[in-house]
């Protein structure tokens, strides 16, 4: 899973680089998946590098395939110098206050599940409300760090996972191959079944479907 540096993996070392620089050490790179899929959780990692080894094409995990990124995913969940934390927002959690709340609620489980806590966090996007622990938000940061991106391809894989095994629960909408996420075929199956358990009653398809009667 290792292999010779190259530009790349140089480049996303560039802002923990700069961190380190300045002392801190324990860094947490925070991104989450799933703010936009219309069933299903959101799922956010943090994952914090304890010694940077060279990883074999670590990128943001939508520019990824999915067998790239589960050969990812396997390498860092194995490593005894990646530390990982998982945190979760059920499609119940997210009707009840929104999708940008929940999201940030996971994310901040992700870094309160840390094993360890970190000196400094660094989050893809926009920063987290009442975060105790300083924190540098990054724009398309999980193309730029490579904490971030290895937290992207953790919260990827997980979700994929999850939505997987609700297809097996739910076979007539094809969580399998949408992931929840509004495509022709998922739009088509709530049009004929309606909403499932585990669809966000609060987002417009779904609602529309609903309060249609199906």
Known sequence: MT???DEKFYSLLEIENGLRGQGLKLIAGVDEAGRGPLAGPVVASAVIFYEIPPVLGIDDSKKLSKNQRRKIFDFLVSSSNVA??????????IDSKNIREASFDAM???VFSLPVKPDFVIVDGFAIPGLPIPQQNIIKGDSRSLSIAAASIIAKVLRDDMMDKYDIEFPDYGFSRHKGYGTKEHLECLRKFGP???HRKTFAPVRNYRDSGN
């Open 84 to 93: 990982i934390g998982i945190g979760t927002e059920s499609e119940d959690a």
């Open 3 to 5: 292999k010779l540096p």
């Open 196 to 198: 499932c358990r585990i």
């Open 108 to 110: 901040k489980k992700a």
